[in-house]
């Protein structure tokens, strides 16, 4: 009876263990640049999404002086997102560094601002020979205070026939509103998107480029 148990508690722990561990595979990078406002002359710093278009897995690392300051990944299946602030020197063995930072967890929520503040929010969607220009407005609600300011948003978006789908998650992030607030875009990346603010753009990100790769990492 003992032995019975050991091994049901054996196996037990090992089928956690299976489900706990991860694997993330990416078959898609893209990476922008970043710039304050139009008058900026170098990036501040780099953005580089690594991409699972099947799933809508996505992997954010952002590089500032050649070293990662941060990493995020977002599980959009399971609603779970990986977090690390650990720094490292970018190097040819980015796999393995990726997996063995430390990780902090947490569910996220797939927000969707269509429904709940669709009063205070305007989409324009035109359609171009070359891609797609969209325009987000937002506008404070006085009598009960939303979250974020007035903003009006510019986003441009080009024919890219190698992906299945530009993940919403990548947009979101791109654009400074997470998750979801934006649907996939079929077979298109972003070139550009940008804030106006006061005839200025702000938090501009500017394609860099667009690589096609085979990168996993076991978490």
Same mark, same amino acid.
């Given at each position: 009876m003992k032995v019975f148990q050991l091994l049901f508690l054996f196996f037990s722990l090992l089928s956690i263990q299976n489900l706990c561990a991860q694997k993330f595979?990416?078959?898609?990078?893209?990476? =922008?640049?970043?710039?304050?406002?139009?008058? #900026?002359?170098?990036?501040?710093? +780099? /953005?580089? !999404?690594?991409?699972?278009?099947?799933?809508?897995?996505?992997? %954010?690392?952002? /590089?500032?002086?050649?070293?990662?300051?941060?990493v995020g990944l977002y599980d959009y299946k399971r609603m779970i997102a990986y977090q690390s602030s650990q720094k490292f020197a970018i190097n040819s063995d980015l796999a393995t560094n990726l #997996?063995?930072?430390? &990780?902090?967890?947490?569910? !996220?929520?797939? &927000?969707?601002? &269509?429904?709940? =503040?669709? %009063?205070?929010?305007? /989409?324009?969607?035109? +359609?171009?020979? +070359?891609?797609?220009? *969209?325009? @987000?407005?937002?506008?404070?609600?006085? %009598? %009960?205070?939303l979250k974020g300011a007035d903003y009006d948003l510019h986003i441009k978006t080009a024919v890219y026939p190698e992906f299945t789908n530009t993940q919403g998650l990548? *947009?979101?992030? *791109?654009?400074?509103?997470? !998750?979801?607030?934006? +649907?996939?875009?079929?077979?298109? @990346? /972003?070139?550009?998107?940008? !804030?106006?603010?006061n005839d200025i753009k702000t938090k501009i990100h500017i394609l860099d480029k667009i690589e096609a790769i085979n990168f996993e990492i076991n978490l």
């Open positions: 595979t990416f078959s898609t990078q893209m990476q =922008y640049s970043i710039f304050d406002d139009e008058f #900026s002359t170098t990036a501040s710093e +780099k /953005i580089v !999404f690594l991409c699972n278009n099947d799933n809508n897995t996505m992997m %954010r690392i952002i /590089i500032k002086n050649d070293t990662v300051q941060n #997996s063995n930072i430390t &990780y902090s967890s947490h569910k !996220f929520v797939d &927000y969707n601002y &269509y429904n709940k =503040y669709k %009063r205070y929010i305007t /989409i324009t969607t035109n +359609k171009t020979e +070359k891609g797609t220009d *969209i325009n @987000v407005k937002k506008v404070e609600n006085h %009598r %009960r205070k990548v *947009i979101s992030d *791109i654009c400074g509103k997470r !998750f979801s607030h934006f +649907k996939p875009i079929n077979k298109e @990346v /972003i070139l550009e998107s940008y !804030f106006l603010v």
